[in-house]
């Protein structure tokens, strides 16, 4: 069964820094890109990176470019997401996602993810 488990939120001032974890089982990670997601109270699902099983390649919107940065580590079968700079907005619940690697670069589409943890929450505030 594909269980994936994000840590790592919590309550930082804004220019702070944090950095969540996904840690997946059942599965093998180096076959899946894998993405991390924000939603805030009221507003939709957004993507805020993924990373490609092809090349590690990734893929940042320009709303969190410069500031985050997904890494993977195949052989602990986690995710990462280091966040940079942090602003107000970035407050949200974090979920990381998987979805089976596909050719070329990761796509910020929910949709398309067909796994995903349960979140974990982010507050950006002083």
């Known amino acids: 069964q594909l269980r994936l488990v994000e840590s790592g939120g919590g309550l930082v001032q804004p220019g702070g820094s944090l950095r969540l974890s996904c840690a997946l089982s059942g599965f093998t990670l180096s076959y899946y890109d894998i993405g991390w997601f924000r939603q805030a109270p009221g507003k939709e699902r957004e993507g805020v990176s993924c990373i490609s099983t092809n090349g590690g390649r990734t893929n940042y919107p320009d709303s969190v470019k410069g500031r985050f940065t997904i890494s993977r580590d195949n052989a602990k079968n986690t995710v990462y997401l280091q966040m940079n700079s942090l602003k107000p907005e970035d407050t949200a619940v974090y979920y990381c996602?998987?979805?089976?690697?596909?050719?070329?670069?990761?796509?910020?589409?929910?949709?398309?993810?067909?796994?995903w943890g349960q979140g974990t929450q982010v507050t950006v505030s002083s």
């Open positions: 996602a998987a979805q089976t690697g596909s050719i070329g670069l990761c796509q910020l589409s929910a949709p398309s993810f067909g796994s």
